[in-house]
């Protein structure tokens, strides 16, 4: 395999893991004001933009999700939180494209955090059960929008290698097999 990155952000990519143990330094409000440019920057289907996001500081309700989390204890420690979240009632009937849209925003986040200094790990909430009937309430969104994941954020307080390599066996060219 060869090293060459003709950019830094193929190394935010490549470093990009998912940290679950944070510092208590706050991330400063333009560090927030970034992540969240960068998550509406993700491609939308059909451009409909139906996501909306919660910024959660208050340490009280990162507690709050901790518990109501099964996977959540990485929010123990985290300063910040995102919440991806999607507006089901401005898609048309049957179009789940607002998962995807969610999923390249999330991505969005997690590699910006990465470039910012930050740390980061992806806890799912959608169709995860009882996970999203806990969660759920701790935010209060309408019942048309969609709890689809939280990004848990800080200055990590453990450090992990970066990814390396590709899988042989994973890598089809042209067709199956």
Excluded at 9 to 27: H, M, Q, W
Excluded at 49 to 54: D, Q
Excluded at 123 to 133: F, G
Excluded at 156 to 172: F, M, S, T, Y
């Amino acid at each position: 395999m060869t090293n060459f990155h003709i950019d830094p952000t193929i190394g935010f990519i490549l470093g990009r893991r998912s940290v679950r143990k944070f510092l208590p330094n706050a991330v400063i409000p333009e560090m927030v004001t970034t992540l969240l440019e960068c998550a509406f920057a993700a491609p939308s289907a059909h451009n409909r933009r139906p996501l909306h996001f919660i910024v959660v500081d208050d340490r009280a309700t990162l507690d709050a999700l901790a518990k109501a989390h099964d996977s959540g204890k990485a929010m123990e420690t985290a300063p910040l939180a995102i919440a991806v979240c999607a507006d089901t009632s401005i898609m048309p009937e049957g179009d789940m494209a607002w998962i995807e849209d969610a999923a390249a925003a999330m991505e969005n986040i997690l590699i910006a955090a990465r470039a910012l200094g930050l740390e980061g790990v992806w806890l799912k909430v959608m169709d995860r059960h009882p996970r999203e009937e806990r969660v759920t309430p701790v935010f209060g969104p309408p019942p048309h929008v969609k709890i689809v994941a939280i990004a848990a954020l800080g200055y990590g307080d453990e450090a992990k290698d970066p990814h390396r390599g590709v899988n042989e066996e994973r890598i089809h060219r042209n067709v199956w097999g």
